[in-house]
């Protein structure tokens, strides 16, 4: 269990921007090694790019690595790689066993044949034998939930029926090493379900899984360890957990709400005026960023430059995808204030926050007599980050306590 069979040193590979120019390029390295000239592969020409750069890693024989990274990153180009679709252009990949892969929906299969006859074709550059594939069929079939179909052209088949045909035929190939992109997402609940099964399954016999996926949820439950890339480069690689949470921490931080658009400031009064809004934390420096379990303490400061009437202030917390997580009226949560003038600032409190780590924005109002009856409004106008361990799915982490009655 505890052979290596994924070792990869200081891998790279590099594509052309231009298409015209990769084709002639393609020419140029034919030719150079038709009449032995081998050009150096490790520097870049005009118009590429490394797509991956210097990577290095290795895996051993039963674990589960997640590949993971904003979209760009190099990981479908990493999978590629260890497939041998691609052969990289410098360092060396080496893979002890067989392999099997889901990479694209629908790569290896023939439109104009039928599921029946992919499923013999895809078997056999996998390496299975016709007699290994007749014994196999049924399963295949079966764990496809292709039905009829499988007599059909492939060509009239949905994605999720090509990934469910393609993921059966890879897994009953038995494969020393499955490589699995996010085509899975492709599929319904009860085939996810059925996958991540077999998956548990293959693992268990001490097959080895890679991971391509942006589903945090899913690396976390079947992953051992992770593998982080930027811009084709590892930025870190080890424990699941600890680089789940690190990459997460640091999207959150770096990303820029589509919300932020629907920044406004609308003063309905010049003499009542919200002057500005800080995040707080629990030792009363200034600071937006928050871990979960943290108090969120933000402070409303005001100048009434008149007597403001039973003041209501108002804090809307929106997730990053415009949902609304809360909205409070200072009134309504039984702190009435008679009347405010002059300046001063309003201390608004959430103990213990619970929300799902992310980036927040928040819109203030301040109003008298009632809600509606606005004098100055600030809308999405404030961020805070929270940051965390996500211990669950869902907008907010409750923290349950479980026992065994």
Not at 44 to 71: H, P, Q
Not at 85 to 104: C, H, S, W, Y
Not at 143 to 158: C, E, L, R, T
Not at 213 to 236: D, F, P
Request: one cysteine or more.
């Amino acid at each position: 269990m505890d052979q290596s069979v994924i070792k990869i040193n200081q891998a790279g590979k590099k594509f052309s921007k231009s298409l015209k120019q990769s084709m002639l390029y393609g020419i140029s390295d034919i030719l150079s090694g038709v009449t032995g000239c081998i050009s150096d592969s490790t520097q870049l020409r005009k118009g590429e790019f490394w797509a991956v750069d210097d990577l290095s890693c290795e895996l051993k024989s039963g674990k589960t690595l997640g590949i993971i990274g904003s979209n760009g990153s190099g990981k479908s180009t990493v999978l590629k790689m260890l497939n041998g679709i691609f052969m990289p252009d410098k360092g060396q990949i080496n893979i002890t066993g067989r392999v099997g892969a889901l990479i694209e929906v629908g790569a290896g299969f023939h439109p104009l044949l039928s599921g029946r006859e992919n499923v013999y074709i895809n078997g056999a550059i996998l390496g299975m034998t016709k007699k290994e594939l007749d014994k196999k069929f049924d399963d295949i079939v079966n764990f496809a939930d292709i039905g009829d179909f499988i007599d059909a052209p492939v060509k009239h088949y949905s994605s999720g029926m090509f990934v469910r045909l393609g993921f059966s035929v890879a897994i009953h190939c038995q494969p020393d090493i499955l490589l699995v992109d996010e085509v899975l997402a492709v599929g319904d609940l009860a085939f996810a379900i059925k996958c991540h099964r077999k998956m548990s399954e293959f693992r268990q016999n001490g097959g080895t899984v890679v991971l391509v996926s942006h589903n945090m949820q899913a690396i976390r439950n079947i992953c051992n360890q992770v593998l982080w890339l930027e811009r084709g480069r590892k930025k870190l690689f080890g424990d699941v957990f600890a680089v789940c949470d690190a990459y997460e921490n640091e999207t959150i931080k770096a990303s820029k709400n589509f919300i932020e658009e629907g920044q406004k400031q609308l003063n309905y009064d010049a003499n009542t005026q919200i002057k500005s809004v800080e995040f707080v934390n629990n030792h009363g420096d200034v600071n937006s960023e928050y871990s979960l379990g943290n108090d969120l303490n933000m402070r409303i400061y005001y100048d009434f430059k008149r007597s403001v009437s039973h003041p209501i202030f108002t804090v809307t917390i929106y997730s990053p995808e415009g949902l609304l997580m809360t909205s409070s009226h200072s009134h309504t949560d039984g702190h009435v204030f008679k009347e405010l003038s002059g300046e001063g600032f309003i201390e608004y409190t959430i103990k213990n926050i619970n929300f799902r780590p992310a980036k927040y924005v928040c819109a203030v109002t301040v109003s008298e007599e009632e809600v509606a009856n606005i004098l100055d409004w600030h809308e999405k106008k404030y961020h805070f980050v929270l940051t965390g361990n996500i211990v669950n799915e869902g907008l907010v982490n409750p923290f349950p306590v479980w026992k065994h009655i």
